[in-house]
């Protein structure tokens, strides 16, 4: 089973409805495998900000990439608001708009459950759970919260998932990422990425501790996105026995300072990855 990890295309933000298209011509053209052994896990921030023409654009798009691939989707903050807040409304309407590629076609709730083959068992969080009540809505740490956390728990301690390899995706990162490079004096933004460099850990996950004591040792593959960096946190997710985390960067260079998309190409069978980058 080959994994196509893509993330925070910002769509409706200057021309990454463009850049997304690009994207998906190229999963088209080349796929890398066959359509049965393929799934696409987008870790959010579909589009940039929740209105009508951005969820229309982003929907062709998923349904073109869906002619060939299983697509699996999570929700981001931008998907349930813009980069400032978030609210219900912009929330359900996401959920409604694209609700047969969050839940696919279960009822509407996290975890959402998805067996893949006779060995593999794909798990989607929603990272704004708790990030919908009026004193958090404000910023983007994400939250999945106690409820989300305990049926997590329960279903990785079930029948169904025993045996079977857990592939668990979120939108909000769980790490610090405190090793990431400063920016130097070759870096075009110097004083934003300076800001971003200093002011991104405290938007980790608020329990992201929690999460990752639920996945120890009950996790194979950890997706997340949100950061935009694309770096593999794989030495982080050791620490709690979770074989490979990555983060899916914004397959669209959306806020990233560098002159390709790139998205991941993860091989389940052995566990190899590679990634595939297309010049802007």
């Known amino acids: 089973m080959k994994l196509i990890h893509i993330?925070?295309?910002?769509?409706?933000?200057?021309?990454?409805t463009m850049r997304f298209e690009r994207v998906v011509d190229h999963l088209l053209a080349h796929p890398p495998g066959a359509a049965h052994e393929c799934v696409i896990v987008h870790t959010g921030d579909l589009i940039d900000s929740a209105s009508d023409a951005n969820r229309s654009a982003a929907r062709v798009?998923?349904?073109?990439?869906?002619?060939?691939?299983r697509v699996l989707l999570c929700p981001g903050n931008h998907d349930y608001g813009d980069a400032t807040s978030m609210d219900e409304e912009a929330a359900e309407e996401f959920q409604r708009a694209f609700g047969d590629y969050i839940f696919q076609g279960q009822p509407s709730g996290f975890p959402v459950v998805n067996e893949v083959g006779d060995d593999l068992v794909f798990i989607g969080l929603d990272s704004n759970a708790e990030e919908l009540n009026f004193w958090e809505r404000w910023f983007a740490e994400g939250h999945l919260g106690e409820e989300q956390l305990s049926a997590l728990d329960a279903h990785l301690?079930?029948?169904?998932?025993?045996g079977k390899h857990a592939v668990v995706y979120l939108h909000h990162h769980p790490f610090s990422f405190g090793y990431s490079v400063m920016p130097d004096v070759g870096d075009r933004n110097p004083l934003h990425n300076l800001y971003v460099h200093l002011t991104r850990p405290f938007l980790r996950?608020?329990?992201a501790y929690s999460l990752c004591q639920v996945l120890r040792d009950r996790a194979r593959v950890l997706l997340f996105g949100h950061m935009h960096?694309?770096?593999?946190c794989s030495g982080d997710g050791q620490k709690y026995g979770i074989r490979q985390a990555f983060d899916g960067s914004s397959t669209t260079c959306a806020g990233c300072d560098g002159d390709r998309m790139r998205y991941r190409v993860i091989d389940l069978a052995d566990m190899s990855y590679a990634v595939r980058a297309l010049k802007l």
């Open 7 to 16: 993330s925070d295309t910002h769509i409706g933000l200057d021309d990454n």
């Open 61 to 69: 798009l998923l349904d073109r990439l869906a002619t060939r691939y």
């Open 157 to 162: 301690d079930s029948a169904a998932a025993a």
């Open 205 to 207: 996950l608020k329990d």
């Open 229 to 232: 960096f694309g770096l593999d």
